[in-house]
């Protein structure tokens, strides 16, 4: 059973425009939200993150938009540029063990 | 400093054979959990461990896959009678602390079963 849910699964974007990608996720025990940032060949990095007593973080180009009583949460990457292609994970984790529960991916190309 | 080490960055085994996959965990972190990527594919959870506590081996896809961490810090994945189906990124993290913390990855062990 998938429990983090995100879309789209590639975006292509253009030099200076606004990406974005969604997660949704089914269990509600969940108190984590966590976006990573992978280049090829290297592993993931931890791009900025938000816990559910907040609506929105941000930092510099990047947002995460929470909606708890939705359950979806969203990254946002304003003015886009060519070094940001990389692909984005979302995921979410619970408990004590920090139980973490990925996204699928989104690969995002970013053009010139 | 130093981020999570993982040796060696790549492996290429015929099928059937055992491999070893190492990883050096950030300096100070109890948590360390080993994932699986597949080519094009999200994280698959395979293992963690925090502190001296049983570690939760809830996602190892088979009784080929094992895991130990000596003395709280390195911990070594290992796959008995390799199949190509095992041929993917082993991804370990560790974090500082359980519960609500970031965890930092490695660089990851790309594994190759011919």
């Known amino acids: 059973q998938q429990q983090v849910k995100q879309s789209p699964q590639s975006l292509i974007v253009q030099k200076g425009g606004i990406s974005i990608i969604n997660c949704a996720y089914e269990?509600?025990?969940?108190?984590?939200f966590p976006w990573y940032q992978q280049f090829p060949g290297k592993g993931p990095a931890l791009l900025i993150a938000?816990?559910?007593?907040?609506s929105e973080k941000k930092e510099g180009r990047f947002t995460i938009s929470f909606n708890k009583s939705a359950k979806q949460f969203s990254l946002h990457i304003m003015d886009s540029q060519p070094g940001d292609s990389a692909t984005y994970f979302c995921?979410?984790?619970?408990?004590?063990?920090?139980?973490?529960?990925f996204g699928a991916g989104t690969r995002l190309t970013v053009k010139p | 400093g130093a981020g999570v080490s993982q040796s060696p960055s790549n492996k290429v085994t015929e099928k059937g054979k055992d491999v070893e996959l190492r990883c050096d965990p950030i300096?100070?972190?109890?948590?360390l959990y080993w994932y699986r990527q597949s080519l094009g594919q999200g994280l698959e959870f395979l293992i963690y461990?925090?502190?001296?506590?049983?570690?939760?081996k809830s996602g190892l896809p088979s009784d080929r896959f094992s895991a130990e961490r000596t003395g709280g810090s390195v911990s070594t994945l290992t796959i008995q009678r390799t199949q190509q189906e095992d041929s993917a990124v082993y991804l370990c993290?560790?974090?500082?602390?359980?519960?609500?913390?970031?965890?930092?990855f490695g660089d990851g062990t790309r594994l190759s079963i011919l």
């Open positions: 993290a560790s974090s500082s602390v359980s519960g609500n913390q970031p965890q930092h």
């Open positions: 269990n509600t025990a969940f108190d984590y």
């Open positions: 938000i816990r559910p007593d907040v």
């Open positions: 995921a979410a984790s619970m408990g004590e063990n920090n139980d973490m529960r």
């Open positions: 300096s100070g972190h109890t948590a």
């Open positions: 461990f925090q502190g001296n506590s049983a570690p939760d």
